[in-house]
């Protein structure tokens, strides 16, 4: 690796380590004149200009006919009185909503739109670079910024009018200035015929006009200084790959900016980490946004990524040979969300790397489902699920947005399956095999547990065949641990003196909290002996209802009522 490799290399490193973490891992004048000349004569008056907030009202609330009006009334201003060039008086007119409705609102309800705007205008002047930097496509938040503090008529800037005439004589649409504005302000404030010069530069290097309009929108920073010398080896590079002007052109956003010295450094270094000239034309075909989405920054991001799990240049020049048909950005964006996940599920950096290096598209073409949704269905806990990744990581394809999640059948899961199924076919659960699946995933715990519990209720006292019936009726029953059923059991026959076949006829008994066992029956017994309540209610009458049925079916008969099961619930739900 040669010593610029090595510097290009750290670089990207520096570069990726402050970018990929963000996870974890922005006129008074009777003759008409063109906007750009004057006449020699003219004498600007100059005012203290208030600067307006950004308007945020909906422009669109205004009827159809009113604008209209409304933006005659403004291009008779503008052409009539100010003197404006009528093909500019006009665009300002018709593309400045905002300023539009905030003139309306000075003039109210009037029947005659026209007049009345018109009839404004003549006394209160307005500030016309407001419909001017609208016109051009700017909004009012972006434009607040550059208004003149004391200056309110444009006739009063006449480099910014200059240069604005120039571009619009070269062909850039009025809509379009507003960016380069933006962008580069500089240009409107340089002197006479330096733009001119500028843009035939750029023409003398065989560009044509149509094509300049395009690059010099999509990169407003081109006018800046002299010729951008990346832009023109950029333009030449692809050129040698097979790449006409046009193409460039046809991969370009006029609402994006491009950094030409960045974009260079991408084609620079794919060459320099193997792909050939051959190699680059092909993948840059399939793939312009390697170097023109974000400047090619999504690009040097991934190279990053893949140096910092130490994978060599051969491997990710390779890579690259085989990228997938997917957005670059997209790409990033998915194998950000695995890092993610394989970080949250336990796996260690070193693990990760060398899923990396084995499957280094794998990542970057999948969008796994959050971690949560895939230990929940996988029925799987973190650290199982890391090692099965690092066993089987082509397995992560099945578990993307779109495709159903089924538990994995590993070791341990698989033994509990089967003793699951042996113990529900022992007791007759399910009577037909087919079903047996749909059983199991019914209950929780393994099937030994399961056993236990079933033999739990048997040894208090009930026939075997018995609690098969009760399981069947509710199987609930069993996704309780073995010690809660005998604390129940122990509640229901000991304290509450229920028979034990109470659990036949009411099974539900055994899921009911222990507290609010005690609380209702206790309650029961307590108004039993005031002789509110007939005794031998069943015990699904007691713990079956809500609170508010039972309060009104049984409590609020005692004038007490209320009280006891207040008192009796804070001591027993202390306790």
Same mark, same amino acid.
């Given at each position: 690796? &040669?010593?610029?490799?090595? +510097? #290009?290399?750290?670089?990207?490193?520096?570069?990726?380590? /402050?970018?990929?973490?963000?996870?974890?891992?922005?006129?008074?004048?009777?003759?008409?004149?063109?906007?750009?000349?004057?006449? /020699?004569?003219?004498?600007?008056?100059? %005012?203290?200009?208030?600067?307006?907030?950004?308007?945020?009202?909906?422009?669109?609330?205004?009827?159809?006919?009113?604008?209209?009006?409304?933006?005659?009334?403004?291009?008779?201003?503008?052409?009539?009185? @100010?003197?404006?060039?009528?093909?500019?008086?006009?665009?300002? *007119?018709?593309?400045?909503?905002?300023?539009?409705?905030?003139?309306?609102?000075?003039?109210?309800?009037?029947?005659?739109?026209?007049?009345?705007?018109?009839?404004?205008?003549? %006394?209160? $002047?307005?500030?016309?670079?407001?419909?001017?930097?609208?016109?051009?496509?700017? =909004?009012?938040?972006?434009?607040?910024?550059?208004?003149?503090?004391? *200056?309110?008529?444009?006739?009063?800037?006449?480099?910014?009018?200059?240069?604005?005439?120039?571009?619009?004589?070269?062909?850039?649409? @009025?809509?379009?200035?507003?960016?380069?504005?933006?962008?580069? &302000?500089?240009?409107?404030?340089?002197?006479?015929?330096?733009?001119?010069?500028? !843009? #035939?530069?750029?023409?003398?290097?065989?560009?044509?006009?149509?094509?300049?309009?395009?690059?010099?929108?999509?990169?407003?920073?081109?006018?800046?200084?002299?010729?951008?010398?990346?832009?023109?080896?950029?333009?030449? =590079?692809?050129?040698?790959?097979?790449?006409?002007?046009?193409?460039?052109?046809?991969?370009?956003?006029?609402?994006?900016?491009?950094?030409?010295?960045?974009?260079?450094?991408?084609?620079?270094?794919?060459?320099?980490?193997?792909?050939?000239?051959?190699?680059?034309?092909?993948?840059?075909?399939?793939?312009?946004?390697?170097?023109?989405?974000?400047?090619?920054? @999504?690009?040097?991001?991934?190279?990053?990524?893949?140096? =910092?799990?130490?994978?060599?240049?051969?491997?990710?020049?390779?890579?690259? +040979?085989?990228?997938?048909?997917?957005?670059?950005?997209?790409?990033?964006?998915?194998?950000? @969300?695995?890092?993610?996940?394989?970080?949250?599920?336990?796996?260690?950096?070193?693990?990760?790397?060398?899923?990396?290096?084995?499957?280094?598209?794998?990542?970057? /073409?999948?969008?796994?489902?959050?971690?949560? &949704?895939?230990?929940?269905?996988?029925?799987?806990?973190?650290?199982?699920?890391?090692? %099965?990744?690092?066993?089987?990581?082509?397995?992560?394809?099945?578990?993307?947005?779109?495709?159903?999640?089924?538990?994995?059948? +590993?070791?341990?899961?698989?033994?509990?399956?089967?003793?699951?199924?042996?113990?529900?076919?022992?007791?007759?659960?399910?009577?037909?095999?087919?079903?047996?699946?749909?059983?199991?995933?019914?209950?929780?715990?393994?099937?030994?547990?399961?056993?236990?519990?079933?033999?739990?209720?048997?040894?208090?006292? !009930?026939?075997?065949?018995?609690?098969?019936?009760?399981?069947?009726?509710?199987?609930?029953?069993?996704?309780?641990?073995? =010690?809660?059923?005998?604390?129940?059991?122990?509640?229901?026959?000991?304290?509450?003196?229920?028979?034990?076949?109470?659990?036949?006829?009411?099974?539900?008994?055994?899921?009911?909290?222990?507290?609010?066992?005690?609380?209702?029956?206790?309650?029961?017994?307590?108004?039993?002996?005031?002789?509110?309540?007939? $005794?031998?209610?069943?015990?699904?009458?007691?713990?079956?209802?809500?609170?508010?049925?039972? !309060?009104?079916?049984?409590?609020?008969?005692?004038?007490?009522?209320?009280?006891?099961?207040?008192?009796?619930?804070?001591?027993?739900?202390?306790?």
């Amino acid at each position: 690796m &040669t010593h610029l490799h090595k +510097l #290009r290399t750290a670089s990207i490193l520096k570069w990726v380590s /402050s970018n990929f973490d963000e996870n974890h891992f922005r006129l008074l004048g009777t003759p008409a004149w063109p906007i750009g000349s004057f006449p /020699s004569a003219q004498t600007p008056r100059l %005012y203290r200009t208030k600067r307006n907030p950004p308007v945020t009202e909906n422009a669109g609330r205004v009827s159809r006919a009113v604008q209209q009006e409304a933006q005659a009334a403004l291009l008779d201003y503008l052409y009539g009185s @100010r003197g404006l060039h009528f093909a500019d008086a006009e665009n300002m *007119s018709k593309n400045s909503p905002h300023f539009l409705y905030k003139l309306l609102k000075c003039v109210g309800n009037d029947k005659e739109i026209r007049q009345s705007v018109s009839r404004y205008l003549l %006394y209160h $002047p307005v500030n016309e670079f407001e419909p001017f930097f609208e016109s051009l496509g700017l =909004k009012p938040s972006e434009y607040v910024h550059f208004l003149p503090p004391n *200056s309110m008529f444009l006739i009063d800037d006449s480099l910014l009018l200059h240069n604005y005439a120039v571009l619009c004589q070269f062909g850039v649409a @009025r809509n379009r200035i507003g960016k380069i504005y933006k962008e580069a &302000t500089e240009v409107f404030r340089y002197d006479f015929k330096v733009l001119q010069s500028k !843009l #035939r530069a750029y023409e003398e290097l065989g560009l044509s006009r149509y094509a300049l309009v395009k690059f010099i929108v999509a990169t407003p920073c081109l006018l800046v200084g002299d010729v951008d010398v990346a832009f023109v080896e950029v333009l030449e =590079k692809l050129r040698s790959l097979g790449f006409e002007t046009s193409w460039v052109q046809g991969n370009l956003s006029e609402t994006d900016s491009y950094n030409w010295r960045q974009i260079l450094g991408v084609l620079s270094f794919l060459s320099d980490i193997g792909c050939s000239n051959k190699q680059l034309g092909v993948l840059l075909g399939q793939h312009p946004d390697f170097v023109f989405e974000a400047s090619g920054g @999504r690009t040097f991001l991934l190279i990053g990524i893949f140096l =910092k799990f130490g994978c060599t240049m051969s491997q990710i020049c390779s890579m690259f +040979l085989q990228f997938p048909q997917i957005e670059v950005t997209k790409f990033v964006s998915n194998m950000r @969300r695995c890092f993610l996940i394989l970080h949250e599920i336990k796996m260690e950096f070193t693990e990760i790397g060398k899923i990396v290096h084995s499957q280094p598209l794998l990542l970057g /073409s999948i969008a796994l489902k959050s971690t949560n &949704t895939l230990l929940l269905h996988l029925k799987i806990g973190k650290k199982e699920l890391s090692r %099965y990744i690092q066993e089987n990581p082509q397995e992560m394809k099945n578990w993307v947005f779109g495709r159903t999640l089924r538990p994995l059948e +590993l070791g341990e899961n698989l033994r509990s399956k089967t003793h699951k199924m042996k113990f529900l076919l022992d007791i007759g659960f399910v009577e037909n095999p087919n079903k047996i699946t749909e059983a199991v995933n019914q209950f929780q715990g393994n099937g030994w547990e399961l056993q236990e519990r079933f033999d739990c209720i048997v040894e208090a006292g !009930l026939d075997r065949d018995e609690v098969c019936k009760l399981i069947k009726r509710y199987p609930l029953v069993l996704c309780q641990s073995k =010690k809660l059923i005998e604390m129940k059991i122990d509640l229901l026959v000991n304290h509450l003196c229920y028979p034990l076949s109470t659990l036949l006829l009411f099974p539900r008994y055994l899921t009911c909290g222990i507290k609010r066992v005690k609380h209702r029956v206790f309650m029961y017994n307590w108004l039993k002996d005031q002789g509110t309540v007939e $005794p031998g209610s069943a015990l699904s009458t007691i713990l079956y209802p809500s609170d508010l049925c039972f !309060l009104r079916k049984f409590v609020n008969h005692h004038p007490c009522g209320l009280e006891v099961w207040q008192d009796l619930k804070n001591k027993i739900y202390s306790e």
